[in-house]
């Protein structure tokens, strides 16, 4: 089944790559679309049998480092796979209906192949094919961004990444001999150097999931098309960030510190997002912020409340699905330029529209939310609301024409009416009439409270603070500064002056001096005789004394 | 001989006899120039052929030398010259073959006059061919200096500013390494005979004599790789050569040194020896730190790749030292992928610098309007830094593991160095893919289709070679 879908997936992703593209592109796109859910229909029917199957490939059949290529035998993860090919089927349509977009045959092979890394690596029962999953997401998106100091970013962060996690496995290989997963808990009983290992590991998840200080490679996607964004959003690198920390994960608690660093730092990601989705002007930003916001906040889950991510994924990822092709619809109805130049407004046609895709999404996060323990999600679903609200009345408000008031009203009442709809399902949520003092009731209406008045001072105010990309600077001055001096100095004390002028060039003058003198000496008839004479003499009077 | 076809000593034969060829190929019209390109390319593609059938003639699961040729040559003193292969010396043969079958392909419509460059290469070919199939002590020293005279006249032709003192250290240095490999030798001749060299690991470590063998073939050797302090003139030597296939050339001279070592190593070192053995791993890490910096900071980016090159020569000479059976057995496949991905990157390179000078322009955005150049030096790059898509990528897992596990500290200076070398090549490619209107090469520059469909097939191979290393072999 699996093998079949993988199969499926590849072998329409490099048809897809022979078609050159041109006019009928869309005609192409659709045909990929009706091919995935071909597929997609022919892995439900399978799956809907309840067999559980799987392909195994021996690749490395040394005892030493055996490393087989696997892919999903489990039924759970078989369970997964079926709403994310739902997701990928929307990112494709997205593709063929986004009118900026003019390579969408190019796209969609870009998502597909990305869908075929992440069964890859959730597949993975080896290091071998872990590393080698995530380095192809990191290859294929390196490509799916348009602009070039984007992909540059993207790559950089994940090579790094990538070495990060080399050189953890490296070390773990080192010590346990096998490059199995299963064995990863002898290497937390005897293994060394953990603390190392596990930092490493925390670096590398951190760096793919975007958090706090290392999104950049995320942040600076906003000049990209919305369409592309979501495909590296939702079926992309933080993706393989999270299956990373599910399949690394008794690494990570081998050491204590990432059990206490990554919830605090998820935290942190978390209102960082949150507030960047607020004051920021830019539509792609406020959704890159919150998909991370959605990762963060898996990664949190996962520590705190030993959530099982295998089940979530899907539900987080579709709700971020929809709320993209919410703001899809925004800038769709907008008049649209590379720059988001809102300069008329249409929202007649799209009000249906919009509140169906809300209700949609209200339906979602009830649907997942009975699935995460604790009141952690009841306060995260309900942030995130309020910041989607927020951002809906921005765009209404700030981008309606001031010239026709209906706009205005029309933006009162549909803030009012989705403010009613949070209400009323956070009040469910929390059964706050059971409990008039109950802690996250009062910070979220505390946390709406004050958040209105400070959105509209900041929204004036600098929006840079948060948008600060440390890693750059500190790269830049700690780093490539010193490193280049100490290159010169190195290079020009031991390799100029010790080398090249003293051992090199001395043997070189030794060598002519020594040329010079027999030439001198056979240029001059009687020296050379004499020298010869003398010679002789010498080699007798060795002769004669031995 | 035994009774079988000398398929081993065919395999120098031809290209020395498409060396005579080019020898006498008419090159004093424009239109005969392309002869000496096509015999070249025909030679090569011929041995390649001989090698493959090569491949199905042994049993690559024997990490052993297999296919023995025996040719008597003195009679006093008793002197033979013996070839055998085994998957090592088979790999590098391939390897240098294909990689220089790509550099001739690029390099035979740019070149002024391409008989020498030819003949020059071919000879080569034919003498490092010689040295991965002998089986002996005295034809390994044969072809171990018999290569040296091609790289010496290459050098002298193409290469540029201050060739005679670059020369003049290329002289010293492999006379000082022949002089110690020979006296080492003529000693092995005569207190163990005309070995071979699947026995030398049998010679004993006997007090003085044990020693001085060991320190001297091991320095012959060591000279030839670019470790502090003979890392100088190497790169004087490579780093400041435009032509793509006299740099290939002038690059595989580290190779031979590894192979030396390789089949010199002793199967027992005594503890006194071996614990200063961390000195010698100390040099290398610090050598690779050391070219790695400049590798960065050096504008030039043929000094990148040569930066790069260094600093993977010198870790797959760390998993040497480490004498783990793993690492040894897979070190051919590792090689081949580093060879070709070097190779095929150097090309590249050169055809984007030789374009800037052509043209008089700057090739920065160049790589924005060449689709299929961006593609190919793309995959390239993330071959070169260690993506999995190549077979480099399972060898250096393995050899990184083994370093780290010896020394942490040391196996993270290595790293360090490896991901700074391959920070440079990566900065060289965004720098190539930045946009700049300044840049007057267009579409028109991009490499033709057939050298692209021809460069698509070696990024096949090099995928292949990560998924199976023998795919190609056909076991009869």
């Known amino acids: ?59 490395l059949p040394y005892s030493e480092i055996k490393s087989d290529f696997h892919i999903a035998s489990s039924l759970r993860l078989q369970k997964m796979f079926l709403p994310l090919m739902i997701m990928l089927m929307g990112l494709v349509g997205l593709n063929i209906i986004y009118p900026p977009e003019n390579h969408s045959l190019h796209a969609s092979v870009l998502f597909i192949l990305s869908f075929v890394s992440f069964i890859l690596q959730i597949s993975g029962n080896d290091f071998m094919q872990l590393m080698f999953a995530g380095c192809m997401f990191s290859i294929i998106g390196f490509y799916i961004p348009d ?27 080192g010590k346990t001999g096998t490059t199995s997963l299963a064995a990863l808990s002898k290497f937390s009983e005897n293994g060394i150097h953990k603390d190392l290992v596990a930092v490493l590991l925390m670096f590398a998840i951190a760096c793919k999931c975007g958090f706090y200080l290392v999104n950049g490679q995320y942040l600076l996607l906003k000049d990209t098309l919305f369409n592309r964004i979501s ?45 960047t989705a607020l004051i920021n002007s830019n539509i792609q930003t406020k959704f890159i912020t919150i998909c991370l916001s959605f990762y963060a906040f898996m990664v949190y889950i996962f520590f705190m409340n030993n959530a099982d991510l295998y089940d979530l ?21 907008l008049s649209y330029n590379k720059q988001i130049n809102y300069s008329s407004v249409s929202w007649k046609t799209n009000k249906i529209i919009l509140a169906s895709i809300l209700f949609l999404l209200f339906t979602l996060m009830f649907l997942f939310n009975d699935r995460i323990p604790g009141t952690e999600s ?101 780093f490539i500064f010193p490193l280049k001096t100490l290159g010169r100095i190195l290079w020009l004390a031991f390799d100029v002056v010790i080398i090249e002028r003293s051992i090199v060039t001395g043997m070189s003058h030794v060598y002519r001096k020594i040329v010079s003198l027999f030439h001198t000496l056979q240029n001059d008839n009687n020296s050379w005789f004499y020298g010869i004479l003398l010679g002789i003499i010498f080699i007798f009077i060795y002769l004669g004394v031995n | ?210 020693l001085y063998i060991w320190g001297a073939v091991s320095l012959a050797f060591i000279s030839r790789i670019p470790i502090w302090p003979f890392h100088y003139w190497i790169s004087s030597v490579s780093s400041k050569i435009n032509n793509p296939l006299v740099f ?35 040099i290398g890490v610090f050598t690779m730190l050391f070219i790695s910096l400049i590798g960065f900071i050096h504008h030039n980016p043929q000094y990148k790749i040569f930066a790069f090159v260094t600093v993977y020569y010198i870790m797959y000479l760390l ?55 961006s593609l190919l030096y793309s995959f390239l790059t993330f071959a070169a830094v260690g993506f999995p898509v190549s077979s480099m990528f399972t060898n250096n897992f393995l050899i990184l593991s083994k370093l780290l596990s010896i020394n942490i500290q040391m196996g993270i200076i290595l790293l360090f160095a490896c991901i700074m070398a391959s920070g440079s090549l990566i900065m060289e490619m965004f720098k190539l893919k930045t946009d700049n209107k300044d840049c007057s090469l267009g579409k028109s520059e991009d490499i033709g289709l057939g050298s692209y469909i021809y460069m698509l097939g070696m990024i096949f191979v090099l995928i292949m070679s990560f998924i199976r290393p023998l795919w190609f072999v056909i076991n009869e």
């Open chain 1, 1 to 59: 089944m699996v093998l079949q879908l993988f199969i499926g997936l590849l072998a329409i992703a490099s048809a897809s790559l022979l078609i050159t593209q041109g006019r009928r592109r869309k005609i192409w796109s659709i045909l990929i679309l009706a091919s995935l859910v071909m597929v997609s229909y022919m892995f439900a029917e399978n799956l809907s049998s309840n067999l559980q199957d799987g392909f195994i490939y021996q690749w």
């Open chain 1, 147 to 173: 602009i070039v100091y984007s992909r540059k970013r993207i790559f950089i962060f994940n090579f790094l990444s990538e070495m990060a996690v080399f050189a953890a496995l490296s070390i773990v290989y």
């Open chain 1, 231 to 275: 495909g590296i959003m939702l079926m992309s690198l933080p993706l393989s960030g999270v299956v990373l920390l599910i399949k690394v994960h008794p690494l990570l608690s081998v050491s204590t510190i990432p059990g206490t660093v990554l919830p605090v730092w998820s935290v942190i990601t978390m209102v960082s997002c949150i507030f």
């Open chain 1, 313 to 333: 994924i899907p539900y987080f990822l579709l709700s971020c699905l929809i709320i993209s092709l919410v703001f899809v619809q925004i800038i769709y109805s």
């Open chain 1, 378 to 478: 009841r306060v995260f679903i309900s942030v995130l609301f309020v910041v989607i609200a927020s951002i809906l009345k921005m765009v209404y408000f700030r981008f309606a024409s001031n010239a026709v008031s209906e706009h205005h009203v029309w933006a009162e009442i549909i803030c009012c009416i989705f403010s009613f709809i949070f209400f009323v399902f956070t009040a469910w949520q929390t059964r706050f009439w059971n409990c008039l003092f109950n802690y996250e009731v009062l910070a979220f209406f505390t946390f709406s409270l004050i958040l209105m008045p400070i959105q509209v001072l900041i929204n004036f105010g600098n929006s840079a603070i948060l948008q600060k990309d440390i890693l750059n600077q500190i790269y830049e001055r700690a």
């Open chain 2, 1 to 210: 001989m035994n009774g079988y076809f000398a398929i081993l000593s065919s395999i120098i034969c031809i290209p020395f006899l498409g060396m005579l060829f080019v020898l006498t190929v008419k090159s004093d019209r424009e239109e005969y120039k392309n002869n000496c390109s096509n015999v070249a390319i025909f030679t090569i593609l011929a041995n390649l052929v001989m090698i493959w059938r090569i491949f199905m003639l042994i049993d690559e699961s024997k990490f052993k030398l297999q296919l023995f040729e025996k040719i008597d040559w003195l009679s006093f003193p008793d002197i033979n010259l013996t070839f055998a292969v085994d998957n090592l010396s088979l790999m590098m043969i391939l390897a240098l073959h294909l990689v220089i079958l790509t550099s001739v392909i690029f390099v035979r419509r740019n070149v002024s006059d391409p008989k020498p460059l030819m003949i020059f290469s071919l000879l080569f070919l034919s003498m490092v061919t010689g040295l991965f199939v002998s089986a002996d002590i005295f034809s390994f020293f044969i072809f171990y200096e018999a290569m040296l005279l091609p790289i010496f006249m290459l050098m002298g032709m193409y290469g540029k500013a201050k060739r005679i003192s670059r020369l003049n250290g290329f002289f010293i240095y492999n006379m000082a390494g022949t002089v110690l490999l020979f006296l080492a030798i003529l000693l092995i001749y005569k207190f163990y005979g005309d070995l071979r060299l699947d026995k030398t690991s049998k010679i004993l470590w006997h007090k003085n004599l044990g």
């Open chain 2, 248 to 282: 290939v050339i002038s690059s595989s001279l580290p190779l031979s040194g590894l192979y030396g070592l390789i089949r010199f190593w002793p199967s027992y070192i005594p503890l006194e020896i071996s614990q200063h053995f961390v000195w010698l791993n100390l």
């Open chain 2, 319 to 373: 998993g040497i030292f480490t004498h783990d059976k793993l690492i040894l057995n897979n070190l051919c496949y590792a090689l081949f992928g580093f060879i070709l991905v070097f190779g095929s990157l150097n090309v590249l390179l050169s055809y984007i610098i030789n374009l800037e000078q052509q043209h008089n322009t700057t090739s920065v955005g160049f790589l924005c309007r060449a689709k299929r150049l």
